[in-house]
Every structure is written in C-alpha cells, then in structure tokens.
C-alpha cells in the first residue's frame, strides 16, 4: 500500500440494522445499536473505531428527505439561496431546518436534487475523518445515471420508502418519497401536473417490481 494512501472505513446505515467494514479486511461487524439511535451509535463506535479513523458512511432512504428546488433568477448569493433552501424544507416537512443537515447540488436555471440528513447524525460521527456521507439513493444515482436514457423515471425501493425519480432530457423534474403501493398512480398525478406524457423508460430497484417497469439493479 502506497504511504501516501488511506484505507476508509464504510458504514452502513440501513433501515433496521448497522454495519461496519473496517480497512483492517476484518469480518463486516453488526452494531448494536439501531439506525435511529444515534445517540447509542455515538457511544458504540469508539470501541470499534480509533478517533479520526477514516470513514464513508451510506444512509438508507428512510433516514433522508429528498427535495427539489428551483432558484429564482434574482437569488444570487449563496447565503439567499441557503436561506430558500431551509425555508423550502420547513415548508415541505414542517420541521426546524436547524435540526437538520441540508444539501443540494448546486446549479442556477434548472431544479436542482436536495436532501437532508439529521443533524444528530451528523453530531455522532463528528469524532472521526469523514471522507463523505451520502444516501443511498445518491449513490445509486450517481453510479448509474450516466447509463440512463435522456428522459424516463426511476422508483428505487429500500425498507418500505419508495423515492420516484423523473428525468427530463436529462434534468430532473420530479422527486417523491412516498409509503403506498400504487406508484403508477402517483406518477400519473405528478405527470399531469407537470403537463409531460408518461416515459416509455421507467425502471425500478428493489422489491415488489411492477412488470412493466424494467428491473435496475443497485451495484454498491
């Protein structure tokens, strides 16, 4: 291993468990404590972690929330549109932005993918070199979306959260977390709304896969 390299540890953040597979090669180690419980993961991981240890951890779906925002032309700085950005949160979810890490992928003249992640999450791994902490959605996304038609939708399915994705020549247009089982019609609604014809490219990762929707597998 060259000197200059740093060997990263991954935890996973799933719905109902957590994992940890150390740089050391060791067997992959299920925490005890239970994804939601960030105090107990805080008090856990140092038994299993040296401080700054290196670290990438993955959070499944039903820990974030997805959102998109439009910038309007007259917002230039990037303290107004941080300030937009919490305030769409409140809005969407009724929730202090304050108890929350938010992010987006920031471009000016076209929706751009926000999520938000708690804060205590945050907080219980701020001991350790946080290479990065992505959701999963995010990750599947960014492996795969270069694959993807210029336009079509995506329902990527994990721990009973559905997440809707609908592209258009490229730009999202739509995103939706959702508990039910009639994605169709959900995606009928948000079509009509939006004034667009239903993608003859629709894809699904996960479980309970529709037939007529193409099977896309998640390679992380």
């Not at 957590?18 to 038994?47: F, M, N, T, V, Y």
């Not at 804060?119 to 290479?131: K, N, V």
């Not at 960014?142 to 336009?151: M, N």
Request: aromatic letters at 10%; a negative charge; proline letters at 5%.
């Amino acid at each position: 291993m060259s000197l200059w390299q740093v060997e990263k540890n991954h935890l996973n953040i799933g719905g109902q468990e957590i994992w940890l597979s150390r740089a050391d090669g060791s067997a992959p180690h299920k925490l005890a404590a239970k994804p939601g419980d960030w105090q107990a993961l805080r008090e856990e991981l140092p038994g299993l972690l040296t401080t700054k240890a290196a670290l990438i951890v993955v959070v499944a779906d039903c820990w974030v929330r997805y959102f998109l925002l439009e910038l309007p032309e007259e917002i230039s700085s990037l303290n107004d549109s941080f300030l937009l950005l919490n305030a769409r949160f409140e809005n969407l979810y009724g929730q202090a932005a304050a108890d929350w890490m938010i992010q987006a992928d920031w471009h000016k003249g076209e929706p751009m993918l926000a999520c938000a992640l708690p804060r205590s999450l945050l907080q219980a791994l701020e001991m350790y070199a946080l290479r990065s902490l992505v959701p999963q959605l995010v990750t599947v996304w960014r492996q795969q979306c270069a694959s993807l038609p210029p336009t079509g939708t995506w329902c990527f399915v994990q721990d009973g959260i559905s997440t809707l994705l609908y592209w258009q020549q490229g730009v999202l247009r739509l995103v939706r977390q959702l508990r039910c089982d009639d994605v169709d019609a959900l995606l009928s609604l948000e079509l009509l709304r939006l004034g667009e014809q239903l993608p003859a490219d629709r894809f699904w990762t996960g479980d309970a896969r529709p037939s007529h929707w193409l099977a896309r597998k998640a390679a992380v």
